[in-house]
């Protein structure tokens, strides 16, 4: 994995650029170890150095002693990557552009909120929006990222708070030098009315995943725009006279079952909640009156909302006293909803002239970006990023965003050679590519030490033979003693 990615570095001429930008020696090997790190072990620069000096052979790729680094140096490396932001970005996408001769497209603008633990510098609130979770120890940012429809990123930006409110977005939007001809690309948190009511004002074209709550999908009126075994989808076509757009429902297989397996435990929980107070109706100190239960059923059905929706309940009271007598339930499935339509989602855009493929390709390049983003920040989200100060959090995002662009290279090329797994999918698939020492005595009585790449297995062959490198990485060294 290191190997893939230093590769894709060199192929963008990363080494270089950050030279003409003035990094030295140390600080080119801190800089790369944070990228390549964000790539290949998703984490802080606190834990990046840890892997650096205990876990990676990428020292070995670049021949250098990450043992005797300083982790203020991985911080350090930080804050003259994010100095140098609008160089880097300019310098990349130029190479890219002439790496891969693409044309410049369509350009496409999207808005990602996230927060960091942590509080800002001292102790104090962080410049940065509030959290959606309303907790005033995670600062809210947003990236704002501008992408050529090829995928390659031009420009971003990161703006505190969010993109709620329409004056945030157009605050943002100037930010970045949106052209007006730009498609912006935004989730169903930002699409608000009050938004694409600007945006349609202001000339932009949009497409955006709609708010609508009610689901639907004829599978005859689809079209199939995805044909991988598994993982079909389709998409039917709707005009929506009254607002004058197209609307994309779309249905995923993969989603479907995710979909479904999510609903059938959450809707299990919900009935073993309901079973146990049915239960206690008959078992000594256990609730038993009427107005209790109900109130307890209400609490239930709040905490479990998603799945108390497609039930119907009833409470038989004793008609001699304030007890209730039993509980009774029967599940049938809300019109229109996720458990009746799984794997079904729907998109809004005033993109009239685009066909059902274009459209669900456009939007599915800027959720296979935020896929890849997940998995650098945190670990898939599962881990929190801590940062006590505001300009670590834009460096720290920003690292994401230069880990992209080799991530990017690389799955450009894959693709070309007709390689089409996630970035989660290769680095699953070559987490176990390693360098390792074999250590063993001669006749004579000496030791032999000998230090190599593991042998790469078939499935992981094919990745090397696609991007034409060798999978021995780093050289092969023998020392004896």
């Given at each position: 994995?290191?190997?893939?990615?230093?590769?894709?570095?060199?192929?963008?001429?990363?080494?270089?650029?950050?030279?003409?930008?003035?990094?030295?020696?140390?600080?080119?090997?801190?800089?790369?170890?944070?990228?390549?790190?964000?790539?290949?072990?998703?984490?802080?620069?606190?834990?990046?150095?840890?892997?650096?000096?205990?876990?990676?052979?990428?020292?070995?790729?670049?021949?250098?002693?990450?043992?005797?680094?300083?982790?203020?140096?991985?911080?350090?490396?930080?804050?003259?990557?994010?100095?140098?932001?609008?160089?880097?970005?300019?310098?990349?996408?130029?190479?890219?552009?002439?790496?891969?001769?693409?044309?410049?497209?369509?350009?496409?603008?999207?808005?990602?909120?996230?927060?960091?633990?942590?509080?800002?510098?001292?102790?104090?609130?962080?410049?940065?929006?509030?959290?959606?979770?309303?907790?005033?120890?995670?600062?809210?940012?947003?990236?704002?990222?501008?992408?050529?429809?090829?995928?390659?990123?031009?420009?971003?930006?990161?703006?505190?708070?969010?993109?709620?409110?329409?004056?945030?977005?157009?605050?943002?939007?100037?930010?970045?030098?949106?052209?007006?001809?730009?498609i912006i690309i935004v989730d169903a948190g930002?699409?608000?009315?009050?938004?694409?009511?600007?945006?349609?004002?202001?000339?932009?074209?949009?497409?955006?995943?709609?708010?609508?709550?009610?689901?639907?999908?004829?599978?005859?009126?689809?079209?199939?725009?995805?044909?991988?075994?598994?993982?079909?989808?389709?998409?039917?076509?709707?005009?929506?006279?009254e607002t004058d757009e197209i609307e994309l429902y779309c249905y995923s297989k993969i989603?479907?079952?995710?979909?479904?397996?999510?609903?059938?435990?959450?809707?299990?929980?919900?009935?073993?909640?309901?079973?146990?107070?049915?239960?206690?109706?008959?078992?000594?100190?256990?609730?038993?009156?009427?107005?209790?239960?109900?109130?307890?059923?209400?609490?239930?059905?709040?905490?479990?909302?998603?799945?108390?929706?497609?039930?119907?309940?009833?409470?038989?009271?004793?008609?001699?006293?304030?007890?209730?007598?039993?509980?009774?339930?029967?599940?049938?499935?809300?019109?229109?909803?996720?458990?009746?339509?799984?794997?079904?989602?729907?998109?809004?855009?005033?993109?009239?002239?685009?066909?059902?493929?274009?459209?669900?390709?456009?939007?599915?390049?800027?959720?296979?970006?935020?896929?890849?983003?997940?998995?650098?920040?945190?670990?898939?989200?599962?881990?929190?990023?801590?940062?006590?100060?505001?300009?670590?959090?834009?460096?720290?995002?920003?690292?994401?965003?230069?880990?992209?662009?080799?991530?990017?290279?690389?799955?450009?090329?894959?693709?070309?050679?007709?390689?089409?797994?996630?970035?989660?999918?290769?680095?699953?698939?070559?987490?176990?590519?390693?360098?390792?020492?074999?250590?063993?005595?001669?006749?004579?009585?000496?030791?032999?030490?000998?230090?190599?790449?593991?042998?790469?297995?078939?499935?992981?062959?094919?990745?090397?033979?696609?991007?034409?490198?060798?999978?021995?990485?780093?050289?092969?060294?023998?020392?004896?003693?």
């Amino acid at each position: 994995m290191q190997d893939l990615a230093l590769h894709a570095a060199e192929q963008l001429g990363l080494r270089d650029i950050l030279k003409e930008l003035g990094f030295n020696r140390h600080q080119i090997a801190a800089a790369l170890g944070n990228i390549i790190g964000r790539i290949t072990k998703p984490a802080s620069e606190a834990a990046t150095h840890e892997w650096l000096q205990q876990h990676s052979a990428l020292g070995e790729l670049l021949d250098y002693d990450f043992e005797g680094m300083a982790a203020k140096r991985l911080y350090e490396a930080s804050d003259m990557l994010w100095k140098y932001h609008d160089q880097l970005e300019e310098q990349l996408y130029r190479t890219e552009k002439n790496l891969f001769s693409f044309e410049e497209t369509v350009t496409l603008y999207d808005l990602t909120n996230t927060f960091f633990e942590g509080a800002s510098q001292g102790g104090k609130l962080s410049n940065y929006g509030r959290s959606k979770e309303k907790r005033t120890d995670a600062p809210l940012v947003t990236l704002g990222l501008v992408l050529d429809k090829s995928g390659f990123p031009r420009s971003s930006r990161i703006f505190p708070g969010n993109a709620s409110e329409p004056g945030t977005l157009e605050t943002m939007l100037k930010g970045l030098n949106a052209n007006p001809k730009a498609i912006i690309i935004v989730d169903a948190g930002i699409a608000t009315e009050d938004n694409i009511s600007w945006l349609k004002a202001k000339k932009y074209h949009y497409l955006v995943v709609s708010r609508k709550r009610n689901r639907q999908f004829d599978q005859d009126q689809a079209v199939t725009v995805k044909e991988v075994a598994g993982q079909e989808v389709s998409v039917q076509r709707v005009v929506n006279e009254e607002t004058d757009e197209i609307e994309l429902y779309c249905y995923s297989k993969i989603r479907e079952k995710k979909e479904q397996a999510m609903q059938n435990r959450v809707c299990e929980r919900f009935e073993e909640q309901l079973q146990y107070l049915h239960d206690g109706l008959s078992i000594k100190g256990r609730a038993k009156k009427y107005g209790v239960i109900m109130e307890r059923i209400g609490r239930i059905k709040q905490r479990f909302s998603r799945a108390a929706q497609h039930y119907q309940i009833t409470v038989e009271q004793d008609k001699d006293s304030d007890k209730a007598i039993s509980i009774k339930w029967i599940r049938q499935e809300k019109s229109g909803s996720q458990a009746t339509h799984p794997g079904v989602y729907c998109l809004r855009t005033d993109l009239k002239d685009s066909d059902e493929s274009t459209l669900w390709h456009t939007y599915t390049m800027l959720t296979d970006l935020e896929a890849v983003f997940r998995s650098l920040k945190s670990e898939l989200g599962l881990r929190p990023i801590y940062h006590q100060k505001d300009k670590r959090i834009s460096g720290h995002l920003f690292i994401s965003l230069l880990s992209y662009h080799l991530i990017h290279t690389l799955r450009t090329q894959l693709k070309a050679k007709g390689i089409h797994n996630s970035w989660e999918q290769l680095r699953n698939l070559l987490h176990t590519r390693s360098r390792i020492t074999v250590t063993m005595n001669n006749r004579e009585g000496k030791t032999i030490h000998v230090r190599k790449s593991t042998q790469a297995e078939p499935s992981q062959q094919k990745i090397y033979d696609a991007l034409g490198i060798s999978s021995q990485a780093g050289i092969s060294q023998r020392t004896i003693f």
